[in-house]
């Protein structure tokens, strides 16, 4: 079935990078983009980013652009998310999904399961 | 951006009852419009695409409606399993954007 899994939870100090893989499987890699959106403990969806897995092309939050950075390996069907320059307010559950089609502009319908990531010194 | 406005943020209803949540943006974005459920330590699921297509496996008495700014997600007769999160999503930009939610909860 179509699915994407996420790596598992990760504790970073205030300062440092995390990166989050999410591989997919039961359809093409490459005919769909991958993005990532992330939600803070008991706060709403937030958008990071889309990578296509076609061609690599990427769009970022303005709010992330400096700090966060997306790519795929068409060989293993895997996208990767990392964060740079870790803080307090970006603990939370972060979760890759695929738009209905190739480009950022789509409904998600298929999500990954999760990765809580905590900032604590 | 576009900003997406939910209303209300909670709402409180029985079994059975007809319930709609509305969702307001920022400037048109014609019928690029999803709905999603959450039920608490999950993801997200897809309930609605493009403002009125429901996503396969959804049951029917969720619909949507609505176009341009405006928007309506409607659950014709609440199941227990409805108890949840619910947020719109606008993708008329490559720049996504999320309401902030609605939490139905039981009266």
């Known amino acids: 079935q179509v699915q994407l899994v996420q790596s598992g939870a990760e504790v970073k100090k205030p300062g440092a990078s995390v990166k989050v893989s999410c591989k997919a499987s039961g359809y093409t890699f490459t005919s769909y983009g991958i993005s990532w959106v992330r939600q803070a403990p008991g706060q709403g969806l937030e958008w990071m980013g889309w990578i296509s897995a076609y061609n690599g092309n990427t769009n970022y939050a303005q709010k992330l652009q400096g700090r966060v950075t997306m790519t795929t390996d068409t060989s293993t069907s895997t996208a990767y998310m990392e964060l740079r320059s870790l803080r307090s307010d970006d603990t939370a559950v972060y979760y890759c999904?695929?738009?209905?089609?190739?480009?950022?502009?789509?409904?998600?319908?298929?999500w990954g399961q999760g990765t809580m990531v905590t900032v604590s010194s | 951006d576009i900003q997406m406005t939910q209303s209300p943020s909670t709402l409180s209803a029985s079994v059975g009852d007809r319930v709609t949540i509305t969702c307001r943006a920022s400037q048109s974005i014609s019928s690029w419009l999803a709905w999603y459920q959450q039920k608490p330590g999950k993801a997200p699921k897809l309930l609605i695409y493009k403002a009125s297509s429901l996503e396969s496996g959804v049951p029917s008495r969720f619909s949507g409606s609505g176009s341009g700014t405006e928007f309506t997600l409607t659950i014709s007769s609440l199941q227990p399993d409805d108890f949840a999160t619910y947020y719109c999503?606008?993708?008329?930009?490559?720049?996504?954007?999320f309401g902030q939610g609605t939490r139905l909860e039981i009266k």
């Open positions: 999503q606008q993708y008329n930009s490559y720049l996504i954007t």
């Open positions: 999904a695929r738009p209905q089609g190739p480009y950022a502009e789509g409904a998600f319908d298929i």
